[in-house]
DNA sequence: AATTACGATATGTATGTACATAATTGTCAA
DNA sequence: TTGACAATTATGTACATACATATCGTAATT
């Protein structure tokens, strides 16, 4: 079924005050509706945006932005002359919150702690430097961190920060606030790039996480960039026993 | 610095033929760029859609789209009446991409293959019950899959799927196309649960994907619902060389 | 003092219109 | 057959305008 979502009349300038809000959602909801309950199949290509414009009576551009919405999602691909089809694949994507070590910690009801292992100014070896697009010679922090959950070691952190890009950094000792959290609430970004596998711990990795050198160590990277400028590279290790869960 | 993004007149009728395409964009970037220049501080209330709008030379829908764009992403909250201020805690979230086996193999152009271990129709232990959350005795798939690039074990996919919840798969014998494949085309799911790990491989799960026993591996989870009917859980078993990635 | 009512205000959304842009299709010539 | 080039078409975006809605401050009421 798919009653019109507004009862308007059909070409005329409507005479003010008859419009109904938040139609884009509707017609958003519809469309998911139509997909879920197989009226239009994976790879089909559906109907255009007047077409469905006159369907629902609205404007073209209200469908464009509900169809627009469902495409940023993966539901939906949209080609310019080509029209708008059903995903073969729905691209399903799941969100992972990029946590504050402290918060995720404190959230599983034990107790947060963490411990600087070394600050230093240098240059970045060559495999960071290309990462993050740098050339030899840029100054850089290099932190070493380790994060406790009641004490026993949660996560180690080894995090390189381009200097120029948050000068104020420079003079921060990270004596009440973990690397992580001050770039976090101070360093914004607008793009990310995030890494995930499995890897076995070095010897020295072994010695601080407190586990068997060789044992499976679940590994975190993190790349930032606030417009093109690279902000930070973290790498961050976990235990066997750390899982990342995302439900939605 | 801050130039119009567009030179048009002030409050007149355009011309038409003038208008500037994609400033919303244009004025994305400009607010990024006031952001990562420290113009605009975290927290900071920003200038209302209307002046920079005047400003910008623009229509305030077009700033309306670029901020709230920008606050998709979470670089800027806004509030009615409050108005549209630098977010304090860009509390970001990865967009994780969950693919078809498939394609992941063929997009880092190797070849696909797979080979069903076992297919049986049984009970599910208790752990998977649970996590499903259906009754004993209730009938399930239990398929045991490994997934080949170029040959080379990918991953090893061992997968509970409730009957009742898709009963065409009964029949279906997997030949042409994996479990993962037939599920994301056949079954769709409105809600998921993902959790990523490290684990140490287990001598048959080591044999099975050609690692040393006790070797790392990284584990993915999923289980889907389609609104509160179970579908399915599967375990996916990468070796070491594995890595998940997401840029946005 | 606490509660409620109300007006002011910034963001949210819908509409008609106009033009921009990418990609496909058809046409014609080499 | 092929390559170049238009015509076509669906989506993409901009704009002026109008109304919707949430929420903050303030004034009126309890």
Known sequence: MSPPVVPAKD???????????????????????RISERVWLPG?????EEDLAREFGCARVTVN???????????VERKRRAGTRIAEHPLREARLEIPVVRSEVEARGAQYRFSILSRERLEAPEGIRARLDLAAGTPMLHVR?????DNRPWQYEDRWIHIAAVPEIADEPFERMS??????????FSEMEIGLSA?????????????????PVFLFERTTW???????HVRMLHPQSYRMVSRF
């Not at 089909?44 to 255009?48: N, Y």
């Not at 932005?65 to 539901?75: M, Q, V, W």
């Not at 961190?145 to 959950?149: I, K």
């Not at 690397?179 to 914004?188: G, S």
Request: charged fraction near 25%.
């Open 145 to 149: 961190c380790l994060h406790f959950a």
């Open 65 to 75: 932005r509900a169809l627009r919405e469902l495409a940023e999602i993966g539901l």
């Open 226 to 232: 606030l417009i093109d400028q690279p902000i930070t």
């Open 44 to 48: 089909e290509l559906i109907p255009g």
């Open 11 to 33: 070409g005329d300038p409507v005479p003010a005050g008859i419009r109904v809000p938040n139609s884009f959602r509707a017609i958003k909801a519809e469309i998911l509706k």
């Open 179 to 188: 690397p992580n959290e001050w770039l976090v609430k101070f360093a914004p």
């Open 199 to 215: 890897a076995a711990a070095s010897r020295e990795e072994a010695t601080l996480l407190a586990i068997e050198p060789g044992a």
